[in-house]
């Protein structure tokens, strides 16, 4: 494994060569990521078990925009639908519903795909969307749920005069090939391929970082701290009530986490002084990767560089591994669960156009970071 991953690791040899030197004030690159989990046999590093936090709410969280848009403008947006307007009918369908005929589609008749995490109660007997009726389809109290698994394909739409950071499109992406051959390595999962344009700043302190997660969506399963949430009930008259108060489920059900005596006593002690040390917030969603990615330019010697400061929580479940939870597991069923951290933490000094490669026991990434130079505005635009 390590053998054919070691071009990838010879590209991050080239550290230090100087940027052309610009007497433009703005400063906007295009970055490319691909982040990639392997088969790890035997690991010499020692990892703690229990997760450091990363603070990730003042970062620029590109990601969830794009996978649970807000859609609350749209009810100010929107106009009512008038009874007398003629319009053409259209029928609908959730992503990947099996429930949907396609032999309804006809020449009268639309179809619309909408996105998975669309769901009104009346969807079926939508026939617009582009007004409001009496029978409201929008519930801005009603936020689009994240999936359990981030695609690994992300494509945004690219702006040539960019104001703010955004997500690039899947065509301008240009280290598709090296995902290809990635995605042929044995015991190599692609997790994320992403590109976004943003504006870079000098200093380290003063640049704002991106966040960035992928995989797997643990949420329902761990909290945040690794304990395994106690399993919803099933066929239970609480169900109805559980539904109507979701928040206080999830939290009763991380205080049972909490309150397990399976775990470890060293384990317990160390989530308490963690938790007691960081004073940040700690993310929502438990991803299987998550954590900041940051560029920003240093001067060194009058000459200004490039600088990528990461870092990223890997997530992996497996069973404790003590005498006392052998003992439990062998009267009370299943070995427990607990979800373990591999801190992913490294700050280096790279160079445009070239590709660089992160090396982990666990994980891999590939940069590249292309200088975006912004076009002048026509003519008749600047008059």
Not at 7 to 28: G, K, R
Not at 141 to 160: A, M
Not at 182 to 187: M, Q, T, V, W
Not at 215 to 222: A, I
Request: charged share 20%; aromatic share 12%; proline share 9%.
């Amino acid at each position: 494994m390590i053998n054919k991953l070691w071009p990838f690791a010879l590209l991050a040899t080239s550290l230090i060569s100087p940027s052309v030197i610009s007497e433009e004030q703005d400063w906007w690159f295009d970055v490319e990521v691909i982040l990639f989990s392997r088969d790890a046999e035997q690991v010499d590093e020692v990892f703690e078990p229990v997760v450091k936090p990363i603070d990730v709410h003042r970062s620029t969280d590109l990601l969830t925009a794009y996978l649970a848009p807000d859609l609350s403008y749209l009810q100010q947006m929107l106009p009512a639908c008038q009874a007398s307007e003629h319009f053409p009918m259209a029928t609908f369908r959730l992503e990947g519903n099996p429930l949907w005929d396609p032999d309804l589609s006809n020449s009268t008749v639309t179809p619309v795909i909408l996105p998975y995490w669309f769901a009104p109660p009346n969807w079926q007997q939508l026939t617009r969307l582009d007004c409001l009726t009496e029978q409201n389809w929008f519930d801005p109290k009603i936020k689009p749920p994240l999936p359990t698994e981030v695609p690994v394909h992300i494509s945004g739409i690219s702006q040539r005069y960019p104001v703010a950071s955004h997500l690039l499109s899947a065509e301008q992406l240009e280290l598709n090939s090296i995902y290809q051959q990635l995605n042929r390595l044995r015991g190599v999962q692609p997790m994320l391929h992403v590109g976004w344009r943003q504006q870079v700043v000098f200093g380290r302190d003063n640049a704002k970082a991106i966040r960035l997660f992928a995989g797997h969506n643990y949420s329902d399963q761990f909290d945040y701290w690794g304990n395994q949430l106690a399993p919803e009930p099933i066929n239970s008259p609480l169900l109805e009530a559980a539904d109507t108060q979701p928040h206080q489920n999830l939290v009763e059900r991380i205080e049972l986490a909490l309150k397990n005596d399976a775990l470890p006593a060293i384990i317990k002690k160390k989530e308490e002084f963690v938790q007691q040390e960081f004073s940040g917030q700690i993310p929502a969603q438990v991803w299987q990767l998550d954590g900041l990615f940051k560029v920003y330019l240093q001067y060194i010697n009058r000459v200004p560089y490039l600088h990528i400061d990461s870092q990223f929580n890997y997530r992996k479940p497996d069973a404790l591994d003590t005498t006392l939870t052998a003992q439990t597991n062998h009267l009370n069923g299943p070995p427990e669960q607990f979800l373990y951290s591999y801190p992913f933490k490294q700050l280096r000094r790279v160079i445009s156009q070239e590709i660089h490669y992160f090396d982990h026991p666990y994980i891999g990434m590939i940069v590249q970071i292309r200088r975006y130079h912004i076009p002048a505005l026509p003519k008749e635009e600047q008059n």
